[in-house]
Nanobody, 114 residues
Framework: QVQLVESGGGLVQAGESLRLSCVAS????????MGWYRQAPGKQRELVAL???????NYADSVKGRFTISRDNAKNTAVLQMNSLKPEDTAVYYC????????WGQGTQVTVSS
């Protein structure tokens, strides 16, 4: 069984920063990818940032230059540093892990006020 524990969400004002962390535990032998998705009210879940085992990173166009994902493979963690936050970044952010199959965290709320 694999578990994902997220932390770091909250309420901030536009222009401020937040740091989301995700720790994976359980029967994990090799991580193919780890990252973050988000879902705003009334919208579909979308990719925010993803880091693969090959070292590549992918970002949504809307967050490029503002968000940075990093991974600690030894600790099975992924961190999303979010700078210059905008009200449109408001959403529930879900940690994503792909090993033999995808796993999702429970989500953490990020609210950015204008």
């Amino acid at each position: 069984q694999v578990q994902l524990v997220e932390s770091g969400g909250g309420l901030v004002q536009a222009g401020e920063s937040l740091r989301l962390s995700c720790v994976a535990s359980g029967r994990i032998f090799r991580i193919d990818a780890m990252g973050w998705y988000r879902q705003a009210p009334g919208k579909q879940r979308e990719l925010v940032a993803l880091a693969t085992s090959s070292g590549t990173t992918n970002y949504a166009d809307s967050v490029k230059g503002r968000f940075t994902i990093s991974r600690d493979n030894a600790k099975n963690t992924a961190v999303l540093q979010m700078n210059s936050l905008k009200p449109e970044d408001t959403a529930v952010y879900y940690c994503y892990l792909r090993v033999t199959r995808p796993y999702w965290g429970q989500g953490t709320q990020v609210t950015v006020s204008s």
